[in-house]
């Protein structure tokens, strides 16, 4: 069949010799299994195919799982049983057998359920991708085109005659055209030319990559300008909604822990009592009152670190005193004994 094929094909070539004098032979290729995995309809189909080969295998696992138990027992029990049982259950061993290779067979043979449902499930796609070819063909003047995963041998093909994807595109649009409308048909064909052409022309598809990376490149840093500036956004909200509660809890009277904390510290240690820091009431809508505020909570901080030195100072200084005063009480009872 292949030296037919062949045969046909060097005929063919040397028929258009005299066409091949005034213009290139154009030559293309489609791989079909390529095609087919690429189509949704048929993937779709496939999977459920899929499902029942599987069914199919654990139907044969199961009868191969009984098939083997019974050989357990025959061999455990043949010590025991008379000719006639042992040949019995052999017979039966072997009808069963027979059996699960039929179905098999039945199911997974040459000639068998699933590759007839393949055959069925493909023909439709198949038809769609010869019209294609058709067209394809008669649109760019080819003279060849052939199936890479049929029995023909390519030893080597250049992947800018490929045109399985020019064939996908086709075959998309097909199953789009009805839910698309005609401007949008127009410009789904535009978008295909394109891409035709790219797939065609080595140096155009290179210049493309350049432009789609460049795009993608601004695409990028207007990405990262819109976040940064949404952080922005966001920290000027939290520190205004801070203000505002700082305003709040003012006018409710309310004092945090650590102010009367520190207020404590210092009227213990200096024995004169200390009233929280006055403050003007912050603006929340500029930026300047923003940085008042924290200039505010720079000083609070401050004020509270200089105080706690303060108290640790003074507990110090008493540490110190009260030793000093314990040793001399020492000495002077150790003189008068």
Same mark, same amino acid.
């Given at each position: 069949m292949r030296k037919q094929f062949l045969f046909i094909f060097l005929a063919l070539i040397v028929a258009n010799t005299s066409k091949a004098q005034t213009r290139s032979t154009r030559i293309?290729?489609?791989d079909m299994e390529y095609i087919l995995e690429n189509v949704s309809d048929y993937k779709e189909a496939k999977s459920q195919l899929d499902l029942k080969a599987t069914k199919w295998k654990q139907e044969i696992e199961t009868k191969? &799982?009984?098939i083997n138990k019974l050989k357990e027992n025959l061999? %455990?029990?043949?010590a025991l &049983? %008379?000719?006639e049982l042992i040949e019995e259950r052999e017979t039966e061993i072997k009808f069963l057998e027979n059996e699960? &290779?039929?179905y098999q067979q039945k199911q997974f043979g040459v000639d068998g359920n699933l590759m007839h449902q393949k055959a069925a499930l493909a023909k439709p796609i198949q038809d769609q991708v010869f019209t294609a070819v058709q067209d394809i063909a008669e649109a760019k003047n080819y003279d060849f085109i052939f199936d890479k995963s049929s029995d023909l041998t390519m030893l080597f093909?250049?992947?800018r005659f490929d045109i399985s994807d020019q064939v996908i595109r086709i &075959?998309?649009?097909t199953e789009k055209r009805e839910q698309l409308s005609k401007k949008q048909l127009k410009e789904q064909e535009a978008k295909e030319n394109l891409e035709n052409e790219i797939d065609e022309n080595p140096a155009m598809a290179e210049r493309q990559k350049a432009l789609d990376a460049r795009k993608a490149a601004r695409e990028k840093l207007v990405a990262d300008r819109k976040l940064e500036q949404e952080a922005k956004r966001k920290e000027y909200e939290e520190k205004r909604n801070a203000i505002a509660a700082e305003k709040a809890a003012r006018k409710n009277g309310t004092v945090s822990e650590s102010a009367k904390s520190t207020e404590a510290i210092k009227t213990e240690t200096t024995g004169i009592p200390v009233s929280a820091p006055t403050t003007t009431e912050p603006a929340t809508t500029s930026q300047p009152a923003v940085n008042k505020a924290e200039e505010r909570q720079k000083l609070y901080e401050q004020r509270k670190k200089e105080l706690e030195e303060r108290k640790k100072k003074i507990l110090e200084e008493r540490e110190a005193a009260k030793k000093a005063k314990e040793a001399e009480t020492q000495k002077t009872n150790t003189t008068n004994n």
């Open positions: 293309g290729y489609i191969k &799982l009984e061999k %455990t029990e043949k &049983l %008379t000719k699960m &290779l039929d093909s250049a992947k &075959l998309n649009r």
